[in-house]
């Protein structure tokens, strides 16, 4: 007999598991399904997605344990402990990184478990309509089975782009799979993309030892973070030792007896060639479309790969809807998730909305950076009347009591109404910070509103608000 389903969720990254959760806890029955194992011992497939199984948690883990090195190698001194002898165990570290995947996707299975959500082990694709809804047929290693369902969630995520005459294997030419499991530092690292995801990868390897050179195509560094902020990481970047080329041309990428050798024109025309033990290749991602057959159910994808929704995550055909990166908008795991429950709650006749100015970016790097809302030069094109206020952490108690002085927070305001447009971090914890500004954002609070609000004291807290301050030029400790 053929299983039916109020929701079916295709895909259980961030945006498809939350999406199931959500639609569980209001009541329809839901499957969700997962087809990619990840490489696990046991072949079979592995909840939370790229996200928790090569990306956002595993890459984290091993930011932390690379930072954890250079701080006690080099940093513990000014504090006056003394370390000698500082050895580094990737093995150990890898390890590590895998146990917290482990656990991770396990909690997701008690998730699907706790709430009564079907999973189907399997790839979905579309068979077409019915009745009442849907025919979807999940291809799985025991099989096929079609499973009919009223509403459908596209979750499918994305996939790391690969580029001509870079013929990526992961094991010296690397995407982020592979650039998450290198079994040593390499010596010398190639990195092409000076994206989020090359500037996190490449910063790893190299507080472990690595000589890192970045090559990235566009003319500007970081041209989608505020300039003040670009400018300043691309100082610190270079003083910790990364090697950044801009406006380069890659040509062919050859596996050699020492590693590899990359062809590349820099930007002023002059050929090179950059010799390495390892590559990663980064060049963002693009949409996990295939084998869906959604001609099936009358839907195609744009010249981009991209499935056209509107702004509540619908499709062109009623009763499927799509969210995360396969739709417009940022690859971000958070923004996922949010459509997800907004779609969800849709689907229960409630009224939830996104605000997508309001959603928060953050690379972690050393330091990290993050911002919400308006650049500055955005705010500039658009001829939009604002004020700027900056406040620097090296004159924040306790930034120098942690010894993480580098970086500012600045903050861009409404010239007549005062209404924060965005807020800009780079620091140490701007991960975290940044969420008081995306907060104060989705309230369309003012400089104001933060520059009255009492916060404790020490904390890296008081920068956002010194920066509030600044904005009329009443800064208290600057």
């Avoid at 194992?37 to 930011?63: F, M, Q, W």
């Avoid at 082990?121 to 009223?150: H, L, P």
Wanted: with cysteine.
């Amino acid at each position: 007999m053929t299983r039916k389903f109020d929701i079916l969720v295709i895909g259980a990254g961030p945006g498809g598991y939350i999406a199931a959760i959500r639609t569980a806890q209001l009541g329809f029955s839901v499957a969700c399904c997962e087809f990619n194992a990840y490489d696990s011992p046991e072949h079979e497939p592995r909840l939370g997605g790229t996200c928790l199984n090569a990306g956002c948690i595993p890459l984290k883990a091993l930011v932390a344990s690379s930072e954890a090195y250079e701080k006690t190698a080099h940093s513990l001194s000014s504090h006056g402990i003394t370390v000698n002898g500082v050895t580094i165990d990737v093995a150990r570290m890898q390890q590590r990184k895998e146990e917290i995947v482990t656990r991770m996707t396990g909690g997701i299975q008690f998730l699907f478990r706790k709430n009564k959500i079907t999973l189907l082990k399997g790839q979905a694709s579309f068979a077409g309509k019915t009745e009442t809804g849907f025919r979807i047929t999940i291809g799985g290693n025991d099989g096929k089975e079609d499973v009919v369902a009223q509403k459908v969630i596209i979750a499918t995520g994305s996939k790391a782009r690969h580029i001509p005459n870079v013929r990526v294997d992961n094991v010296t030419i690397c995407d982020n799979e592979g650039a998450l499991k290198f079994t040593e530092a390499p010596k010398k690292l190639g990195v092409i993309g000076a994206g989020v995801i090359g500037l996190e990868l490449g910063s790893v390897w190299r507080r472990l030892g690595a000589e890192v050179t970045v090559l990235e195509v566009m003319p500007s560094f970081l041209g989608s973070a505020d300039e003040s902020v670009s400018r300043e990481a691309a100082k610190l970047f270079l003083k910790q030792g990364l090697r950044i080329k801009l406006g380069v041309r890659i040509g062919q990428a050859k596996l050699t007896e020492q590693g590899i050798s990359i062809a590349f024109t820099d930007d002023q025309g002059a050929e090179h060639l950059l010799e390495c033990d390892k590559l990663i290749v980064s060049v963002g991602r693009v949409p996990n479309t295939d084998h869906l057959n959604l001609e099936a159910v009358g839907l195609q994808t744009d010249e981009r790969g991209f499935i056209p929704v509107n702004d509540h995550c619908a499709t062109a055909a009623p009763g499927i809807f799509a969210i995360g990166d396969v739709v417009r908008g940022p690859m971000l795991a958070h923004k996922a998730e949010d459509e997800g429950v907004m779609v969800a709650e849709l689907l229960a006749g409630q009224k939830p909305h996104i605000d997508y100015n309001t959603i928060p970016w953050v690379i972690y790097t050393t330091p990290e950076i993050a911002w919400v809302g308006k650049t500055e030069q955005q705010l500039r094109s658009e001829g939009h009347d604002y004020k700027t206020g900056m406040f620097p952490f090296a004159a924040n108690g306790r930034a120098l009591g942690l010894g993480d002085v580098e970086g500012f927070v600045k903050m861009l305001a409404d010239g007549k109404t005062d209404e924060i447009l965005g807020v800009h971090i780079i620091g140490a914890n701007a991960s975290d910070l940044i969420a008081e500004a995306a907060l104060a954002m989705e309230f369309r609070a003012s400089s104001e509103d933060i520059a009255r609000t009492c916060h404790p004291h020490p904390s890296l807290s008081e920068a956002i608000r010194e920066a509030a301050l600044a904005i009329d030029k009443r800064a208290l400790n600057m």
